[in-house]
């Protein structure tokens, strides 16, 4: 079963996609969405001000990033 989600062209003539993100049905926030990326990663004090549990921690990962490598954390 496929889903169709809307976007917009943040710059067409670098494919920049961004899309709208709404979390607990109160804040909405815009994220370039990477069509190339294996897994999605976004910045932990976005959950952190939505008052979001991280009690569940998984496993923490490290992860090669544009500035190099990093130790992330997996809920």
């Known amino acids: 079963m496929s889903k169709t ?22 804040t909405l926030l815009r994220f370039l969405l990477d069509t190339g990326a294996s ?4 910045d932990k004090n976005i959950v952190l001000i939505e ?5 569940e921690l998984v496993e923490q990962v490290t992860i090669e990033t ?10």
């Open 5 to 26: 989600y809307p976007f917009k062209w943040l710059d067409e003539s670098e494919n920049l996609i961004v899309v709208n993100v709404e979390i607990n049905k109160k």
């Open 39 to 42: 897994e999605t990663y976004f």
């Open 51 to 55: 008052n979001i549990s991280l009690k």
């Open 66 to 75: 544009a500035n190099g490598w990093i130790v992330t954390d997996v809920f």
